[in-house]
Nanobody, 123 residues
Framework: QRQVTESGGGLVQAGGSMNLSCTAS????????MAWFRQAPEKKREGVSC??????TVYVDSVKGRFTISRDTADTASLQMNNLKPEDTAMYYC??????????????????WGQGTQVTVSS
């Protein structure tokens, strides 16, 4: 079964930092991208950041300069989030994908959605 496990969420004050981790499993190959998404209450899930197998990174404008994605091993990726804002509050999910076009919906994910990890930023 192709799945992911997210961890690292919690509660932090505005301006604080948090690191999320994601591990993918069940994929028979390594040349896939890993992406982070988030979904705030009553909002659609949106792509946040992505890293390809070769290390190319993509960020949505709202997190540029604050979030850093890294591919730690073939099947793990982390998202370092700095200068967090209340509007970053959401459930964060990761997924494997063919490429980073998944961020804007131009490709499907390769794994099932995980349970996600909640990030709450207080003002």
């Amino acid at each position: 079964q192709r799945q992911v496990t997210e961890s690292g969420g919690g509660l932090v004050q505005a301006g604080g930092s948090m690191n999320l981790s994601c591990t993918a499993s069940g994929l028979p190959y390594d040349d896939y991208a890993m992406a982070w998404f988030r979904q705030a209450p009553e909002k659609k899930r949106e792509g946040v950041s992505c890293v390809t197998w070769t290390g190319t990174t993509v960020y949505v404008d709202s997190v540029k300069g604050r979030f850093t994605i890294s591919r730690d091993t073939a099947d793990t990726a982390s998202l370092q989030m700095n200068n967090l804002k209340p509007e970053d509050t959401a459930m964060y999910y990761c997924a494997a994908a063919p490429g980073c076009e998944v961020i804007d919906g131009r490709s499907r994910i390769l794994t099932d959605w995980g349970q996600g990890t909640q990030v709450t930023v207080s003002s």
